[in-house]
């Protein structure tokens, strides 16, 4: 059969784009699944689309998850590249967790805890059984969530408050740059290293759930282990504030979701300092708790900085491995920008492979020749 | 001139001129000494011994010396080509590394310090010499095949990975790459350290016959006095960071003054 | 230039929000100024705020960047990827600047004020004023010898770079010749080593005082880097295994030239193959001309023919 060389194919991408819009729609006798449909009821693909897109808009991630068919990393991919586009007001006061109006909050470390535990909406507990009721037609009737007899305090007191008077964790302080009051921004400014925490956190708040869950775990088997102990993970709304340069103090602008999560683990003594549990934190858009704990954990690991001249022994303490290679967006492109031709490169390296093999052949005769 | 002639070599110093010179160099880390106002000259062709138990701050010292540590306080004067005399830490860290890589050697204890262990020995030993502007092949190696030969490794596994070989030839592809350039002054720490005591006799004698036929000079730290003995013309004795006793090498261990010297030798005398 | 140049009126439907070529204009002075560094430090690597795009990393980000901080309602605009204008990606980038700056586009090397490129610097020599815009994947020649990046930074600030040479001489240990066939580092200017992105380095030599500015985009690794016009750009090599560019003893089916870089087209079952030139535009001007190859008519030419065709209409 003969073959015929693939250049060219204006016409072919666009059928391709229009057999992908079929394949999204899918089978046209079932429901066309709206934006609000996914919003609501795939909240949690949602949520994430938000963390890692960083662009905290429910409708836009929304209207992302339908556009890609599920598929998160496109989805987030969308919203990013939607963001970058985005007029730029200003930066926002930093939110403030201790006010969160909290909806779930547990604490590992202690049994009761000041403010108490609050089990909220998790799937922690449920059993993993498929419900089949959900497949039938029809809505699952919902079960009464009972009320509790009193309201939840207004502010629930953090792990520092509770630790506070022991003096018992680590004390977190801005880094080098602690006099600038914008922070760090991995979207307009390349990453440099060594990094400091503000570029840390960003690139693991945005950084890929999956790499960021494997690296912590890689700790906890012993790759590198800080013994985490989860000091509380909280869910809840926090205000936005923003100070506009016309008025001078902060106004709130709005209200986010966020998950928060503060892993203790095993106690650092710093120069003179007394013996103090070491910290590592975590912080994402919706509700996320599988991310939040991982990057608690990849940030705790990542004070483990090497001495200098020495090299990190465990991925998991190696900044420059971990955050040039957490982001899912640039992973994902290049990874498969392999698809694209690589016709002229491969010619190169066909020569090369070629000409080794004459010379081979050459060889072996000389040998055959000589024996 | 090829890069691997071990004859006298011309120097474009009096004879009388240091090739190095420390003045009063001190590190501290903290509240802890490392070294302490230690000077001294080494001339051209000279070896130097630095002895003291392990924590007595030689180490140290060889860092400051060889510039690969900021002194806290002090001079190391180094009598580079281009600029003469000079203090190793008032040169921009580009020349700075430079003058190390063309001028001078350090052979490390561990041959995984200074090696590249992915590549081959061969290109290990050429290393230098592509460093130093050699751009032509054949000439490269054919003086890595005559280095390999002086320091007795088996020729056919040029392109071996040091990964390869065992701990005593490692050491010996080590000091080929540290010799290959024809470097003034080659500071080297414990080695023969690490090494089994067959393995260290033969390669100690290597050393002093490489040593002895050219007109390098050597700094070595090391806490073994035979070392010291079978190398050294000179010996600086080290304890908590301080120099407590110098002098020729027989002078120092057969009629040592400093009560630690004293202990020092004694130690060895009673194995 | 103006402070916010608008959406032209060719501009496609629901991208009336996007500025003149995408970019906002702030964040075309930050990429100017960032060319503008590596123009002043030939081969030098400038980290940039790079931005996401709506392409995929890998997929010529970086270059598009520098297109769009450069490019204006006047300009003329070449995109090849593989050498040939036909390929999906150049297609797909060419349309992205005609619809988000609805500027001229061509495929002649000789009318384009701006060539994108990926992998290949055309056949017909550049000449004076013209930009090329390389999409780079991995800005950073060491990269495979030094996984560290603040490593390799200092590689290349105290001009360190013995362990690229090691590198080259094991590849004449091993095989006889230096290995590297795309992507073979150069030395620009006597100081810095470069990648001049996976051109085959049969390519390298157009580099070399070049009267075109060339310019280096990588998006995902935020590096922009450059080879000003008429700047000394050396491959590297050894006097004894001196750099030497790849010749095919076949010559293009479709023109018959002899010296160009040469796509391999399978033809059939029976291993019977054909070479033609990888520069489509260039063969196809020879073609024009009159030259013809021991293929000549093969559907290989009909097709880019009926592609042009199609752009024309579309254009």
């Known amino acids: 059969m003969a073959y015929v060389a693939v250049k060219g194919g204006e016409r072919a991408i666009t059928n391709a784009h229009n057999l992908l819009a079929e394949d999204r729609r899918g089978d046209q006798s079932i429901p066309e699944i709206e934006a609000d449909q996914v919003r609501e009821q795939l909240s949690l693909a949602v949520d994430r689309v938000m963390a890692e897109g960083s662009c905290y808009d429910r409708d836009l991630a929304a209207l992302a998850v339908k556009q890609s068919r599920g598929d998160i990393g496109e989805a987030i991919f969308l919203l990013r590249a939607y963001?970058?586009?985005?007029?730029?007001?200003?930066?926002?006061?930093?939110?403030?967790?201790?006010?969160?109006?909290?909806?779930?909050?547990?604490?590992?470390?202690?049994?009761?805890?000041?403010?108490?535990?609050?089990?909220?909406?998790?799937?922690?507990?449920?059993?993993?059984?498929?419900?089949?009721?959900?497949?039938a037609n029809g809505e699952t009737p919902l079960e009464r969530t009972e009320q509790a007899d009193e309201l939840l305090p207004e502010q629930v007191p953090n792990i520092e408050d509770v630790f506070a008077h022991e003096d018992l964790l680590e004390h977190e302080t801005a880094a080098a740059n602690e006099n600038e009051t914008v922070p760090f921004d991995l979207t307009r400014e390349p990453m440099s290293f060594p990094a400091d925490r503000d570029q840390r956190l960003q690139s693991l708040a945005r950084g890929d759930e999956g790499f960021l869950l494997s690296l912590a775990y890689s700790t906890q088997r012993g790759w590198g282990g800080t013994h985490p102990l989860c000091g509380e993970i909280r869910l809840g709304e926090v205000d936005v504030e923003f100070i506009p340069e016309e008025l001078g103090f902060p106004i709130t602008i709005g209200q986010i979701m966020v998950t928060e999560c503060q892993m203790i683990s095993n106690s650092r003594t710093i120069g003179e300092e007394p013996p103090r549990y070491a910290r590592g934190y975590g912080l994402t858009f919706g509700h996320n708790e599988r991310k939040t704990m991982s990057m608690a954990i990849v940030d705790r690991a990542l004070k483990n900085r090497p001495a200098e001249g020495e090299k990190p022994e465990f991925a998991a303490h190696?900044?420059?491995?971990?955050?040039?290679?957490?982001?899912?967006?640039?992973?994902?492109?290049?990874?498969?920008?392999?698809?694209?031709?690589h016709y002229v490169d491969?010619?190169?390296s066909l020569q090369f492979v070629r000409k080794q093999r004459e010379e081979w052949a050459e060889r072996q005769a000389a040998k055959e020749a000589a024996e | 001139m090829s890069a691997i002639a071990l004859e006298e070599r011309p120097l474009n110093l009096a004879p009388d001129a240091p090739i190095l010179r420390a003045q009063n160099v001190t590190k501290r880390y903290g509240f802890i000494t490392g070294c302490e106002d230690v000077s001294f000259e080494l001339f051209p062709g000279e070896v130097l011994g630095i002895v003291g138990e392990s924590g007595s701050g030689k180490s140290t010292l060889l860092n400051c010396i060889s510039g690969r540590l900021s002194p806290t306080a002090g001079n190391v004067e180094f009598a580079t080509k281009k600029h003469g005399l000079t203090d190793l830490f008032d040169l921009s860290e580009a020349d700075r590394r430079r003058v190390q890589r063309e001028e001078l050697g350090f052979v490390h204890q561990n041959p995984r310090d200074g090696l590249r262990m992915r590549v081959s020995a061969g290109a290990n030993v050429a290393e230098p010499l592509m460093n130093l502007g050699n751009r032509h092949y054949g000439s490269m190696r054919e003086d890595t095949i005559t280095w390999l030969d002086r320091v007795e490794l088996d020729l056919a596994r040029i392109d071996d990975n040091p990964r390869n070989f065992s701990g005593g030839m490692q050491q010996r592809i080590q000091i080929a790459r540290n010799l290959v350039h024809s470097p003034r002054l080659v500071f080297m720490d414990e080695p023969t350290g690490g090494l089994d005591v067959s393995v260290q006799a033969r390669l100690l004698d290597l050393l002093r016959h490489l040593v002895r036929r050219s007109q390098l000079a050597v700094i070595v730290v090391t806490h073994d006095l035979a070392v010291a003995r079978l190398l050294a013309d000179r010996l600086m004795v080290m304890k908590d960071g301080h120099v407590v006793e110098t002098g020729l090498t027989d002078q120092v261990l057969d009629d040592p003054q400093h009560a630690y010297t004293q202990l020092l030798v004694s130690a060895v005398l009673q194995i | 230039m103006t402070e916010h140049q608008t959406m032209s009126a060719n501009a496609g439907p629901g991208l009336a929000d996007y500025n003149f070529a995408y970019l906002d204009e702030q964040t075309k002075r930050m990429i100017r100024r960032a060319i503008l560094k590596a123009i002043a430090v030939p081969g030098y690597q400038v980290p940039f705020g790079s931005r996401e795009m709506p392409v995929p990393y890998g997929w010529g980000t970086?270059?598009?960047?520098?297109?769009?901080?450069?490019?204006?309602?006047?300009?003329?605009?070449?995109?090849?990827?593989?050498?040939?204008?036909?390929?999906?990606?150049?297609?797909?980038?060419?349309?992205?600047?005609?619809?988000?700056?609805?500027?001229?586009?061509?495929?002649?090397?000789?009318?384009?004020?701006?060539?994108?490129?990926?992998?290949?610097?055309?056949?017909?020599?550049?000449?004076?004023?013209?930009?090329?815009?390389?999409?780079?994947?991995?800005?950073?020649?060491?990269?495979?010898?030094?996984?560290?990046?603040?490593?390799?930074?200092?590689?290349?600030?105290y001009e360190e770079y013995g362990l690229q040479y090691v590198r080259l001489y094991e590849n004449i240990s091993t095989f006889g010749r230096i290995a590297a066939t795309a992507g073979y580092p150069v030395m620009v200017d006597d100081r810095y080593v470069m990648s001049p992105s996976p051109i085959p380095k049969f390519d390298n030599p157009k580099l070399h005082n070049s009267p075109a500015l060339h310019l280096f985009g990588a998006g995902r690794e935020k590096r922009i880097y450059a080879v000003p016009p008429f700047t000394k750009v050396e491959s590297l090599g050894f006097e004894d295994y001196p750099f030497e560019v790849q010749t095919w003893d076949e010559v293009c089916g479709l023109c018959g030239a002899k010296h160009t870089y040469m796509d391999e087209v399978v033809l059939d079952d029976d291993n019977n193959r054909m070479f033609v030139c990888s520069d489509s535009d260039y063969c196809a001007d020879r073609r024009a001309q009159g030259h013809r190859g021991p293929h000549a008519g093969h559907e290989l030419t009909e097709i880019a023919e009926d592609v042009s065709k199609n752009q024309e209409v579309m254009a």
Do not use: W
């Open chain 1, 83 to 135: 963001r970058t586009t985005l007029a730029r007001f200003g930066v926002s006061e930093a939110i403030n967790t201790r006010q969160m109006r909290v909806e779930r909050r547990v604490s590992a470390a202690f049994k009761d805890i000041p403010g108490g535990q609050v089990l909220g909406p998790t799937f922690d507990y449920t059993h993993r059984l498929l419900d089949f009721q959900l497949m």
């Open chain 1, 318 to 341: 190696d900044e420059e491995f971990v955050l040039y290679h957490c982001d899912n967006v640039e992973a994902s492109g290049f990874v498969q920008h392999l698809k694209l031709p």
């Open chain 1, 346 to 348: 491969f010619q190169a």
């Open chain 3, 62 to 157: 970086g270059g598009i960047q520098i297109t769009a901080s450069l490019i204006g309602p006047n300009d003329t605009f070449k995109c090849i990827d593989q050498g040939a204008d036909d390929t999906t990606n150049a297609v797909s980038i060419r349309h992205f600047f005609a619809k988000v700056g609805g500027v001229a586009t061509t495929e002649h090397t000789g009318d384009a004020t701006i060539i994108q490129s990926r992998h290949r610097i055309p056949e017909k020599p550049l000449v004076e004023g013209q930009i090329m815009v390389f999409q780079v994947p991995q800005p950073e020649p060491l990269r495979n010898l030094e996984a560290r990046e603040t490593e390799t930074r200092a590689m290349h600030a």
